[in-house]
């Protein structure tokens, strides 16, 4: 485990000449590929996990999972996200702790969860955008999980905890003897989360009571953003560009709008998927569906301590609720599209970020854009 070392204005410590040299978008190697956002992306993905230990915070200690593009192995395993004790959820796209692909710098996202949450409660999401060639790292924020409610300002803590994750992924980046040396670029990053962790995004860039944004994170996408504690003028703030995703039938989408309206940047989408509700865009029928599987029913979850995800379950798993297919395909497409675009740098996705594009092929969604 690497500990992270910063000066007071958050600087790492590595040689200037190394921190100028790499890790900041080497354009050395071949492009990252084109792929339209409603498919998988061409690249292999690996998973694996680490920990964060911040000097900078008492020694404040993230655990973090990451997905990334890999090295093709026949002999990789598929890797298993734990549910309880060593069983879980087996991926069909992710190998367990393979080799990350040297062939270029990859574009790095940072993922919140939210509020008491679980960082990997969006895993359709982060093997999509791996495979479509980003370092997805999602921390657990310590103190705020669904294990561990002890943090008295878990708002306070999110911002820092996304620049600790973007200054460890620099140190593993610049060290020589790391596997994700020269493979990752730590110094333009996009931030996505869903509910507390939109507003993780959110305040990321917008900066929130006296800390201020962090310049590293040059787009965002919060889903389904709680933000409510952010104040108008911090909104106002809002420069970079950002792509904020809602359902219809989620209290938040006031947020949403909120949001939309006070930003002052050039570059602003809002997708609002009909019918949708706050849990439609995280894993909840497939950590449901799991529990099901191995004899765990509904009935039985308040004896296993998971009784706070019946309600959820009822209303984003079972009849009349949207099929959350449906939401989870809109969230991965507008990721896919909106990151390629403004953190890729690839126009040729700017016709699927259009009113024009979302009413001839998305009718499941209302799409705005200040472009």
């Known amino acids: 485990m690497k500990k992270i070392k910063r000066l007071s204005g958050g600087i790492l410590l590595p040689a200037l000449a190394l921190l100028l040299a790499s890790c900041g978008g080497s354009s050395d190697g071949d492009p990252i590929a ?34 990334y593009p890999a090295v093709p192995d026949a002999n990789l395993e598929f890797t298993v996200y734990p549910l309880q004790g060593d069983t879980g959820i087996t991926s069909e796209i992710a190998y367990r702790d393979a080799k990350p692909d040297p062939a270029r710098e990859w574009p790095m996202l940072v993922f919140s969860h939210g509020f008491g949450g679980i960082n990997t409660q969006s895993l359709p999401l982060m093997e999509y955008l791996a495979s479509r060639g980003f370092v997805v790292v999602a921390p657990e924020h310590t103190g705020n999980t669904n294990s561990d409610r002890s943090s008295t300002d878990p708002g306070g803590d999110r911002a820092p905890d996304i620049s600790a994750v973007i200054d460890f992924m620099h140190s593993r980046c610049t060290d020589t003897e790391d596997a994700f040396h020269n493979v990752v670029n730590t110094k333009q990053v996009g931030v996505m989360g869903h509910s507390y962790g939109g507003f993780t995004a959110t305040s990321v860039a917008t900066g929130f009571r006296n800390q201020t944004p962090d310049p590293r994170v040059v787009a965002i996408m919060p889903i389904a953003a709680a933000n409510r504690e952010i104040t108008d003028a911090e909104l106002s703030r809002l420069d970079i560009p950002a792509l904020f995703l809602c359902g219809t039938l989620d209290p938040l989408i006031e947020q949403q709008e909120r949001t939309l309206a006070l930003a002052s940047s050039d570059v602003l989408f809002g997708v609002s998927v009909l019918g949708a509700t706050h849990t439609h865009f995280a894993n909840i029928c497939q950590i449901g569906d799991w529990l099901t599987s191995i004899g765990l029913t509904k009935e039985t979850w308040p004896s296993i301590g998971a009784s706070a ?35 890729v740098g690839d126009q040729a996705y700017n016709p699927y970020l259009t009113e024009e594009y979302a009413i001839a092929n998305e009718p499941g969604v209302i799409f705005f854009s200040n472009q």
């Open 309 to 343: 995800l019946i309600g959820p379950y009822e209303a984003t798993c079972e009849p009349p609720a949207l099929d959350i297919d449906i939401a989870l395909r809109a969230q991965n497409f507008y990721a896919g599209a909106f990151f390629g675009r403004y953190l």
């Open 34 to 67: 084109f792929v339209p956002p409603d498919e998988l992306g061409s690249y292999t993905v690996g998973h694996t996990v680490d920990v964060v230990t911040d000097s900078s915070r008492g020694d404040r200690r993230l655990p973090i999972d990451l997905w």
